[in-house]
């Protein structure tokens, strides 16, 4: 019987696409943003050309970050963009409304409405444990469809009480951002020049309802990956078929880590979950420890600390590695880190220990 705190997730889902879930402020209000037909438009005529390559599209549409399709609106990245679903969330709407069929009255009724789902899209620190949640649950009931999760189930992993009335509106309007967005991923080769496929991962959830007691989902089975072959008896698998089913790679996660996380800030709450998922370096790690080798810059991007004084980044970062349990040590050790000025400590790598976990050779 499978432990229902120990689950089993895509590895490319966790590192890869979940990050994606962690912005704040995606959008602007609908009616200011540009189209994104004129913003390519205009740099044509700016380049003097008669069609964009790939490189330059990409370049002008992340210049600009935010604007607007005939279908989508649109947060642009670079390397990857995330896009609410405005035709999908409207046609959704009219289905469970009144039939709008006067056309003026439709434009008016569908950019009210985009403008008012857009206020309330987020994707931050609760749509992200919401997503570990909800594939914690596709691998425990081995199904993506139809997924039944008593809202309970939600609030208890959550850390949360049943009595906490504000947290089941913060959930729902959490489910609703993993529903209507949509996530398109940019491929880059080693010359870091752009190739012209793309991966679009599209909604994590295709279909939600809301019961009384319970959420059912159809999940993107993008999102699931290899999670979804884990009820097959492993050793009854050929080294070929294992490594085609499971290319992408996976990992054990404890659920209960969400709610030992909750009051902490989401510093340590991010840095937290990507320790947890990392399998350290192979070429430092022990049969005790896994040891991650990251360096300090790319700890505050893991972190999202962005504070422009060297002193503060250095301090919030030392701090929240303080506050994560399982470190077990960290080189150099943080109260030689303190006593270093803030501009060496930026320069440094650090080597982080976590305990080590026996590795299966099948699921």
Not at 118 to 139: Q, S
Not at 302 to 326: C, D, M, S, Y
Request: glycine share 4%.
């Amino acid at each position: 019987m499978k432990n229902e705190n120990i689950v089993k997730l895509d590895r490319t889902t966790v590192q890869e696409y979940l990050p994606m879930l962690t912005h704040r402020g995606i959008f602007s209000k609908f009616d200011n943003l540009p189209k994104k037909d004129e913003i390519l438009e205009k740099e044509k005529s700016r380049l003097g050309v008669d069609q964009l390559t790939l490189v330059q599209e990409r370049t002008a549409l992340s210049k600009i970050g935010k604007y607007r399709s005939k279908a989508y609106v649109i947060r642009d990245y670079g390397d990857y963009v995330i896009a609410f679903s405005a035709k999908m969330y409207l046609e959704n709407l009219i289905k469970t409304e009144e039939e709008l069929k006067d056309e003026i009255m439709l434009k008016k009724y569908g950019e009210k409405r985009i403008s008012e789902a857009l206020e309330r899209i987020n994707t931050y620190k609760l749509a992200h444990k919401l997503a570990i949640i909800i594939l914690g649950e596709v691998y425990i009931q081995n199904k993506h469809e139809k997924l039944v999760i008593p809202k309970q189930r939600f609030i208890e992993l959550l850390g949360y009480k049943t009595t906490d009335k504000s947290i089941y509106n913060h959930i729902k309007e959490a489910i609703n951002s993993l529903r209507w967005l949509d996530y398109i991923v940019y491929k880059y080769n080693t010359r870091k020049k752009l190739k012209r496929d793309y991966t679009t991962t599209g909604n994590f959830i295709y279909n939600f309802s809301d019961k009384p007691t319970e959420f059912e989902f159809w999940v993107n089975p993008l999102f699931v990956g290899c999670a979804i072959h884990m009820a097959q008896d492993g050793s009854k698998l050929s080294e070929e078929e294992h490594k085609r089913l499971f290319a992408r790679g996976y990992l054990e996660y404890p659920l209960s880590h969400i709610a030992e996380l909750k009051g902490k800030s989401n510093i340590v709450y991010f840095l937290s979950h990507y320790l947890l998922t990392q399998d350290g370096n192979i070429k430092l790690n022990t049969s005790e420890n896994k040891i991650v080798a990251i360096s300090v810059q790319n700890l505050y991007k893991v972190a999202k600390i962005t504070n422009q004084r060297p002193g503060v980044r250095v301090n919030t970062l030392l701090n929240a590695l303080e506050e994560i349990a399982h470190i077990q040590h960290i080189e150099p050790p943080i109260a030689e880190l303190r006593k270093k000025k803030s501009k060496r400590v930026e320069e440094m790598t650090l080597h982080i220990y976590l305990p080590q976990q026996k590795k299966k050779k099948y699921s």
